[in-house]
């Protein structure tokens, strides 16, 4: 026999109340029915009951812009509608079997597991916890994450004779005036053309950043990198070594100099980080140990992994906290996975882009 579904609406006015009792809690205009019971019922759907907080709990985590829009009874019963809506297709779903359905059962699993996280674990982690001493540590003994010089990026042009060095130059400028200071196309022909550094020369002449004090390169370059005024302007030869060099300025990267003050959060934030990560390791290493586990090598051995696109997606286990990360750009650690694209959680319409 077909199932009948016995759909009921109730109590519409309270929830128009507890919705405008929650506005006026935020700081909008008072309202007159400061009693209202949140388990009051506001539709049930067979057995599933949607209350009064169910429905204002949904509507209350929109944007404030979507949340304007559920301010008249007709909009909040087509809130309703929605959740009346998921909650009809879920017991469908459920009819047919779909509830026992392994991707389902995954995703039941995920969602599980991110409430364990924010509630049992990340929870009980405080960023103020990382101690003050650990902190100073971390910045003591990374200078140069929070100190660095004035550097300078230049790229050279380097040939033995001086005559040819001249002649290089003039043609240089003359590129440098006729194009625009990020373009560094014209220079790097000229590199191509005339350099007989067999280094540099495959980098286009680029001797990348250096600062005022630096010992990688002869200290006549060094000295006349500094002296350029602008990116994009050329030295004229300069005497080394190894013959005669033109210079051509590509970036400028001033230094800074950050107090511990400064980097306090940033530094505390890096090391809660790794607090977490250890804690959650310890945390699984310990379930691990009240639990029977056995792992068959020999047949984990015959698994087979095809090559070219496949149905992307985290593995089990992957973007917890102190997980192996499965791959770039995913959402940070415990972070619930997404809804489906024009379903919201809990059955609700999906809020539209425009008023």
Known sequence: MAKTLRLTFLCVP????????????????????????????????D???????????????????????????????????????FEVLADEAARRGYDKDPDVQRVMKQQMISKLMQKDFESKLKVEDVPEADVEKYYNEHPTEFHQKDEVRVSE??????????????????????????DQQAFRNLVMKYSEDEDSKPRGGDLSFFAADSATYP????????????????????????????????QKRPGFNRSLAE????????????????????????????TTIEVNEANLAKVVVE???????????????????????????????????????????AAQNHP
């Open 47 to 85: 057995d599933n009951v949607i209350t009064v907080a169910d429905v204002q709990e949904r509507i209350n985590k929109q944007s404030p812009f979507v949340r304007a829009r559920y301010t008249n009874a007709e909009r909040k019963k087509e809130f309703v509608d929605g959740l009346v809506r």
């Open 307 to 349: 090559a070219g696109p496949g149905i992307s997606g985290p593995a089990p286990g992957f973007g917890l906290p102190g997980a192996p990360t499965a791959a770039a750009g995913r959402p940070p650690a415990g972070t619930p996975a997404a809804a489906p694209v024009h379903v919201q959680p809990g059955g609700a319409p």
């Open 219 to 250: 200290k006549p370059i060094v000295d006349a990198a500094f002296k350029i005024q602008n990116v994009g302007d050329v030295s004229p030869p300069v005497k080394t070594d190894k013959g005669w060099a033109i210079l051509r300025l590509t």
């Open 157 to 182: 042009i380097l040939v033995k004779d001086k005559a040819k060095a001249a002649k290089i130059y003039a043609e240089a400028k003359a590129a440098a005036k006729s194009s625009q200071p990020t």
């Open 14 to 45: 309270a929830l128009a109340s507890a919705v405008a009792l929650s506005a006026c809690k935020r700081g909008g205009k008072s309202g007159t029915h400061e009693n209202v019971d949140p388990s009051q019922v506001v539709a049930r759907v």
């Open 263 to 290: 980097v306090k959060h940033q530094i505390q934030q890096r090391l809660f980080r790794d607090m977490r990560s250890k804690a959650m390791d310890a945390f699984v290493e310990d379930l691990k140990k009240k």
